[in-house]
């Protein structure tokens, strides 16, 4: 893929016509909300500055998601996007993204947000969004989630723009571990409408992915272990790694919440 390798566009050069159907209406919608307020004004062959690509990478991940995935899983007979046609769509929608699109040396490798553009396209491609639930038992734990709920269990903590900008998000982290654990080999996990059994090695995986969790929790907000009781752990697939998953915790805390932070359950649940 090589967009915007080429001299800067002018303004006069003819744009590509493009038929406006109900896929380029929801990638428009999408894109003004998410990634809009991060590119430039005008068109330009200036590479942005890496902080800014990977900003920008991040945003068009998530458009991405959200049309091939959730959008069509709510009406599939919407078509697929795969990578080549999403990157010029996108490009013919918002010509300023251009300058973000194969910056990247040598000029044949891809650039930040193509490879989130091409990422993203691959995990919605494998999830299928015409399917059910995938079967994830043998995908690798890549990531720890944390929902925490206040001691009424009235209101939860959620961040502004943690991960996405614009989007509200719980406490998460990027596991690294090795060798790979997956969620066959935890206990009492439940995925799906299954259980798995308990072994000691299960356990062991448990307690050390909790672990992980309060050092998560405490990195992020301050919260101790003391404070916090956990309520239950579930496995889900992962929106950042093809073929990976999420082991995803509630947790009850005894102590407050900062009311910036503080959301009702009520409105998360609608």
Not at 39 to 65: C, G, R, W
Not at 147 to 167: A, P, Y
Request: charged share 25%; aromatic share 8%.
């Amino acid at each position: 893929m090589g967009l915007g390798s080429g001299p800067e566009i002018e303004t006069n050069e003819a744009v590509p016509t493009w038929e406006v159907g109900p896929t380029e209406v929801v990638i428009q919608a999408l894109m003004e909300t998410l990634v809009d307020p991060l590119l430039p004004f005008t068109v330009s062959n200036v590479p942005p500055e890496e902080d800014e690509q990977i900003s920008v990478a991040k945003q068009m991940h998530a458009v991405v998601l959200l049309y091939n995935y959730y959008h069509r899983k709510q009406k599939p007979e919407l078509k697929f996007l795969d990578f080549v046609s999403f990157c010029k769509l996108s490009v013919t929608l918002k010509p300023t993204l251009v300058s973000f699109m194969n910056e990247s040396e040598p000029k044949d490798s891809l650039s930040i947000t193509e490879k989130a553009i091409k990422n993203a396209c691959d995990i919605a491609l494998t999830l299928d969004a015409s399917g059910d639930f995938p079967i994830i038992e043998s995908w690798p734990i890549s990531k720890v989630a944390v929902l925490l709920i206040d001691s009424k269990k009235e209101n939860c903590m959620l961040r502004f723009g943690d991960v996405t900008k614009g989007v509200w998000s719980i406490l998460e982290k990027e596991v690294k571990n090795e060798p790979k654990i997956t969620p066959e080999m935890l206990s009492g996990d439940k995925i799906g409408d299954k259980r798995k059994r308990n072994s000691f090695k299960a356990l062991v995986y448990d307690n050390d992915f909790l672990n992980l969790v309060y050092d998560v929790v405490k990195e992020i907000t301050g919260i101790v272990s003391s404070d916090l009781q956990h309520l239950g752990a579930h496995v889900t697939y992962s929106l950042t790694q093809e073929k990976s998953t999420v082991r995803f915790y509630m947790m009850q805390c005894s102590s407050s919440f900062d009311v910036k932070e503080e959301v009702s359950l009520k409105f998360l649940v609608e």
